[in-house]
């Protein structure tokens, strides 16, 4: 208690599983009462991260892969549609290194639409289709959030859920992997913002995009020489 604590390489797992049908659900709490020091490594499988005490009530990224949920990778829990939530009880400070969030199906996510969003569903659902990372504070990220589709072919501008912000969401300098799209929009079911991503198109239908594209360009001159 109160003594500080470093990651600067391999994996810091606290085994937790999200709730399912078939089994409880099994939940850790990382306690920062003290400094704790993420500069490398991989930090996985906890539910909480109570920040409480900590200095400036805020958890601090500074390097490695903070892996959202109970996993980086599919699983059991999401094959059964499970989502894993990862709640901070405080602010979240991304100076930088890696943010991992899993998105695990093509059905219920946060909206739709290139311009607005229809059929909203609050970001707290435990039916989305994506893990989320809940900070209860603000949010500022200044390094990578990496998406992992796990194989799944989003629907063009299916907006996915994966960070909400009890404050506000600063993500002017966040970079973006596995996705297209990302936007930061109030939250319609509360107080705070909420970060969601999207691919403009599914991955095949782009490649038929620039398929066709390639003929018409080579169509175009062959009838220019004749």
């Known amino acids: 208690s109160g003594a500080a604590y470093t990651l600067n390489g391999g994996t810091l797992n606290f085994h937790d599983t999200a709730p399912t049908t078939q089994a409880a659900v099994d939940s850790s709490t990382l306690d920062v009462d003290g400094a704790f020091n993420f500069n490398g490594g991989t930090l996985m499988n906890v539910t909480n991260i ?53 998105i695990f199906g093509p059905g219920s996510h946060g909206g739709n639409g290139e311009q607005g969003s229809t059929l909203m569903i609050d970001p707290l659902s435990p039916g989305l289709d994506s893990d989320l990372l809940h900070v209860m504070g603000d949010a500022m990220l200044d390094g990578t959030l990496a998406i992992n589709l796990n194989g799944i072919e989003p629907a063009p501008f299916a907006w996915y859920d994966v960070l909400l912000a009890d404050g506000l969401i600063d993500a002017d300098d966040l970079e973006l992997t596995g996705v297209n799209l990302f936007r930061v929009i109030d939250n319609p079911f509360g107080a705070g913002q909420l970060l969601q991503v999207a691919v403009p198109e599914p991955a095949s239908c782009a490649l038929w995009s620039l398929l066709g594209l390639m003929f018409g360009l080579f169509a175009w001159r062959r009838m220019k020489a004749k």
């Open 50 to 102: 109570d920040v409480t005490s900590a200095t400036g009530q805020t958890f601090v990224q500074d390097g490695g892969n903070f892996v959202i949920g109970v996993d980086g990778n599919l699983d059991p829990n999401d094959s059964n549609t499970t989502r894993a939530i990862t709640t901070i009880t405080g602010s979240y400070t991304q100076n930088d290194g890696t943010l991992l969030i899993d």
